[in-house]
Structures are given as C-alpha cells and as structure tokens.
C-alpha cells in the first residue's frame, strides 16, 4: 500500500469519519497549521488554547485513527491586523514553538499585504531563524504574484535559507520563481476550483517531482482531506512515474519538514498498533458503548 503525507490539513475541524477515510487512503502522517478558525479570536487565552490543542488533543485524537499528527505554530496574518492581540500572541509562539511535534513556524505571511501583516511576517522570521525551525508561508488569494513574491524577498531579507521555507497555495503563476528560487513549492488542492487535482498533474508534468509538494488544506470550509491521495490516484492514471508520485505526495514533505529535527518516517514506521482504549487525560474519541478498535502488530504500516 502506498504511503501518503497531507503536509497541510487543519483536522481540528473535520470528523472521525475522514480519519478513517484518510488511513485507509494511505495516509500515514500530516501536518496541522495553526490558522485562523472562520472568525477573529478576541483573546491571546483563546490562542492559548488553541495550540495547546494542536499540541496535545488533537496529536492523540489522530493517534487512535492510525494517523501521526505534527503541526506548525504561527500568528496568521489575517489576525496580524488586530496588532495589540496579535502583540500578546507573540509573547506564546515560543513557549509552543520548541514542544514536541512541531515541525515549522507556520502559517504565515500575507493576507491583504498590510503593514501589520507585514510586521509580524518579519517578526515570525525571526523566530524561526532563532528556533531553527522551517518556515510555512500561507501565501495571499488575492495578488498572488506579488504577494508570492515580496514573501521571499522577506524572508531573504532576514536571512533564511529557501531550503528551509516552504511557500504554500501556489499556482502556475507563482510556481517558476518560487522553483528557480530553491523554495519548496506546495499546492493545495481544492475542489472545484481552479487549483484542482487535474492542473496538479500538469504541473508535475511540466516541472518534474523535485521540492513539489501536494496537500489538502482541508478545513472548515469545502474542502477535501483526501486530495492528496485522490490527487496520486490521477498522476498514476495519466502515466505519471511512481518515484515522482512518492516525491510529491510524501517524501518531499518529510524531507522539508524533517529538517525541524521533530519528524522522522520512523514515527509511522515503527508506531504503535492503533489501540482505542487509550486515554488522554481520562478523555477517549469514544462514545458511550463503543467498542474500541484495538489493532495487532500485523496492522502496522508496512514499507
Ligand atoms: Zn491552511
């Protein structure tokens, strides 16, 4: 069975029925962004409570579905623009930054290119560079191009090497100089839009496997957390090569990632079979009379 990384899926806020749905599409490993959740928080508290989730609940709850969950942690730079919050949300990023699991500073960047937004970006670089953690750039809807654009020359201003940062929501207009740049490029899948699974396979075409990256995004909003292995299922059927399909849906991931020192194919290759009757802080993913699903050895990811 093939073996797939979303290296951008905020789970969070999706079921236990797209857990299930994802492991069984070869989903090992994925990576959760600290984002904004629909609407503005009004508390550092909140923000507070928010990565202790990434870091704790939410990193047992895919757990008990077979799944390794890592995440990055990061102000958004939607909530950048509320600059007195977004001040007390520093002070947290490095008490979160350094713990278990966290694989970036991330997401961050541009929204509506604001100077706030802009402030904090360079701020989160800094940390990055004083952590030694990669970095994930959300990269703006609107203005793309140049949004893409002045996000790397940011980054080289504050001196971070492009191996270390992974530009995320590209598209074929952006994807040429983040390449040529040495960045990775991720591309987030999806559906019905224009950035759909079809023009992924395009791209890979064109530009070959090499710091190309697929994920999902998948969130709240309409969206697909099997786009990475759907996303590998239509690069097969249009005679894409196996080795570039493994670089694009998994070992590019792990290989940006890794680089934090916090993700190692080890993690899912030598995990332990999924046990639910395990607890976290006395709390389960079950519900009154469920019976816990509780795997042998011979359930373990197979290389
Ligand atoms: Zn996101």
């Known amino acids: 069975m093939e073996m797939y990384i979303d290296p951008h899926i905020h789970v969070t806020s999706r079921t236990t029925d797209d857990y299930e749905a994802m492991r069984k599409a070869g989903i090992v490993a994925i990576i959760e962004p600290a984002f904004w959740l629909g609407q503005p928080r009004t508390e550092a508290a909140s923000f507070k409570d928010y990565f202790s989730s990434l870091v704790g609940w939410e990193r047992f709850r895919a757990k008990q579905f077979g799944i390794l969950h890592y995440c990055t942690i990061g102000l958004n730079s939607k909530e950048a623009n509320n600059e007195p919050l977004a001040e007390q949300v520093m002070e947290l990023l490095p008490l979160y930054a350094g713990k278990q ?8 960047g541009y929204d509506d ?33 140049k949004g893409t654009t002045k996000s790397m020359d940011v980054s080289e201003e504050h001196g971070l090497a492009p191996n270390m940062v992974i530009v995320d929501h590209n598209n074929e207009e952006t994807v040429k100089e983040v390449l040529d740049r040495g960045y990775w490029a991720a591309f987030t899948i999806y559906p019905h839009t224009k950035m759909g699974s079809e023009r992924m396979v395009e791209i890979v075409k064109q530009y070959g496997p090499e710091r190309i990256i697929v994920d ?28 570039h399909i493994r670089m694009t849906c998994y070992q590019n991931a792990l290989t940006a990632y ?46």
């Open 113 to 145: 290119q604001t100077a706030a937004e802009d402030k904090f970006y360079r701020l989160q670089l800094e940390l990055a560079k004083e952590m030694d953690l990669p970095v994930m750039i959300h990269t703006p809807h609107r203005d793309k191009k």
């Open 258 to 303: 890794a680089q934090s020192g916090q993700m190692d194919e080890l993690d899912w290759l030598n995990a332990e079979p999924i046990d639910q009757t395990k607890k976290m802080s006395g709390n389960s993913v079950l519900r009154g009379g469920q019976v816990p699903r509780v795997d042998g050895p011979s359930d373990r990811v197979e290389n």
């Open 101 to 108: 699991g966290v694989v970036a500073i991330g997401e961050i």
């Open 216 to 243: 999902s995004a998948a969130d709240w909003g309409i969206s697909d957390p099997l786009a990475v292995p759907k996303t590998a299922a239509l690069m097969r059927k249009m005679g894409i090569p196996e080795e």
